[in-house]
Each structure stands twice: as C-alpha cells, then as structure tokens.
C-alpha cells in the first residue's frame, strides 16, 4: 500500500509540474481575442534554433516547408475550435488584427507517459498581436515551453504542438 501511495503522489506531482501553463501576457491585454473579428496569423521561423544552436531552417531542410504550414494550420485549427471571439485565418484581407508567431527555439523530448518512441515538440518564443490599421501592437504574449501531445511522426508533433499553443492563446484571459 505505501508503494501505492508513493506512485500515485509521484504521478500526481509530476502532471502539476507539467501544467503549468505556457503562455505569458507580458503587455497589453487579450481583449482582441473577445472581439468578433478575423485575425491574421503569420509565423515567423527566422530567428529559430532547434535545440537552442542549430537554425531550424538548416535542420529540417527539405521538410522546412511541410513543418511551418502544419505549424500555421495547427496552430489556426486550435485557435478556432476554442475561440469564442476572435477567428484565425491565413489571410490579412478582412482580418483586424494580425498575430504574428516569432519562435525563438524548438525541440522534442520524449513522451514518458505514453508508448516508446513517442516524442512531443516544444517551442520558445514571443506571439505579437497588432492593429492591421494603425500598426498598434495590442498585446504581446510569451511562449515558454509549450508542448503538444506526443507522436511517432515528426511533422505531426509540430501540427500538435502548435495547435495546442492556438488553443491555449484562445483561452488566455488576462
């Protein structure tokens, strides 16, 4: 019973340490993403590393490509099945504010609670959030370590990290 006890305080330690949550408004407010509104998403890859000293261009190379539009489509796909405002679209026509995803460091590590081989992505960055009119930006979030659910396949850990960073901002009360 006491090695019972034991596991289950570890189990339920560990997913608190795992919950936290990674996104961060750092100014502004997220009173955009209450706005019934379309919202430009754009994702800006240029600065990022993999791992914290590889270019991530370099890294994926041909697959640079299929990773930042599984990024985007993730990340949208999340964002609007939780939004109750603001809806993500590629597309700067019609849309009042853009949301501009700057990663900063990405990274996978494997899934010790699911099946071996398993891995999940993580990613470091800033989410700005500007008026497409006056240029303002209105808020600006941090990402630190967010993590989607872990996969087999590489560029469907992206797609599944990203999408949880959507849902996660679309959530973000403050």
């Keep these: 019973m006491k090695k019972f006890f034991l596991f289950a305080m570890t189990m339920v330690l560990s997913m608190a340490v795992f919950a936290k949550s990674d996104l961060k408004v750092k100014s502004g407010s997220m009173a955009w993403a209450k706005e019934k509104v379309q919202v430009a ?3 800006d890859f240029s600065y990022a590393k993999w791992d914290k000293d590889t270019d991530f261009k370099t890294w994926c190379a041909e697959d640079y490509e299929a990773r930042l539009n599984n990024s985007v489509n993730g990340f949208i796909k999340g ?3 939780k939004s109750k405002g603001a809806q993500a679209t590629t597309k700067e ?3 009042k504010y853009r949301v ?3 990663i ?3 990274d996978w590590r494997p899934d010790f609670f699911g099946i071996p081989g398993q891995l999940f992505a993580l990613c470091w960055g800033v989410i700005e959030v500007s008026d497409i009119a006056s240029g303002e930006v209105v808020c600006t979030i941090e990402i630190d370590g967010a ?3 872990s996969d087999f396949v590489p560029n469907d850990r992206f797609t599944k990290c990203y ?3 959507g849902e996660t901002l679309a959530k ?3």
Excluded: R
Aim: hydrophobic share 40%; glycine share 8%; proline share 0%.
């Design 147 to 149: 993590n989607g659910d």
């Design 163 to 165: 999408e949880l960073v």
């Design 104 to 106: 900063a460091n990405m």
């Design 100 to 102: 501009v995803v700057k």
């Design 41 to 43: 998403v754009k994702f």
């Design 93 to 95: 026509e019609g849309a």
């Design 172 to 174: 973000t009360n403050k």
């Design 79 to 81: 964002f609007n099945n």
